[in-house]
């Protein structure tokens, strides 16, 4: 997994470092001028959205060409999601700062779940 949360203004780092199956959150990004992602970050990537109509108003969606993100809460319903171990999915983040804490959450129970992970301490 990958969290990016940052207002560049350029990439943060090459999207062929990215393993199969990778989960990228970029939680930073919010106008046209500030990039996070590689446009590479998208290659084959199911990518969900937040808030979809402005996510794709963001650098990393225009600059990757992405204009139909999946709703997030498409996922959260269970009506989307993971197709394969293998998929990279991104999920694009405009602000709505609920669904971010929703988001989070739902990934750590499930990393509990499955014994998986690695607690950082800071």
Known sequence: MVVTATTARD???????LAD??????????TPDMQELDPAVFDGARVFADVPEEAVETGDLLAANVDDPIPLSEVFEGRAGRE????????????????????????YERAVEADAGQVVEF
């Open 84 to 107: 394969s171990a293998s998929d990279r999915i991104v999920v694009a983040s405009v602000g709505s700062a609920v669904l971010d804490a929703a988001t989070a959450g739902l990934l």
């Open 11 to 17: 990439q943060v780092f090459p999207g062929d470092a």
């Open 21 to 30: 199956g990778v989960l990228v959150v970029a939680v930073g990004v919010y």
